[in-house]
């Protein structure tokens, strides 16, 4: 099963542990941020880092900041950076299989 799906011409997607839901990356040569992606969906790489800020459950609550997502993902492993905000930064954990694809 696949670790990433292409969810437009120029856009994947895949299942982020430390997040629980999904991340986009623009691969094209759209406007904007893109990233090079090795082609692969059951061993994708993706470079540069993928960083992703949002609110999460408890972003914003006592005046914390956004939650923190930071990550490498290389040959559908994905290493998450210290400066995460979810309970597994610092590890580095294969990408889960996507449902349905
Ligand atoms: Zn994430």
Known sequence: ???????????????????KTHHHI???SDIG???GWNGSLDKP???????????????G??????AVCHSFVTD???Q?????SHQLAGQTVDLPP????
């Open 76 to 78: 559908g492993r994905i």
């Open 33 to 35: 941020p893109n990233w």
């Open 61 to 66: 609550q006592d005046g914390a900041p956004p």
């Open 80 to 84: 998450f950076l210290g400066d995460c």
């Open 26 to 28: 623009q691969h094209g």
């Open 98 to 101: 996507l449902e349905g694809v």
């Open 45 to 59: 790489t993706f470079s540069p880092s993928v960083l992703v800020t949002y609110n999460g459950a408890d972003a």
């Open 1 to 19: 099963m696949a670790n990433v799906a292409k969810q437009l011409d120029e856009l994947v997607r895949f299942y982020c542990p430390g997040c």
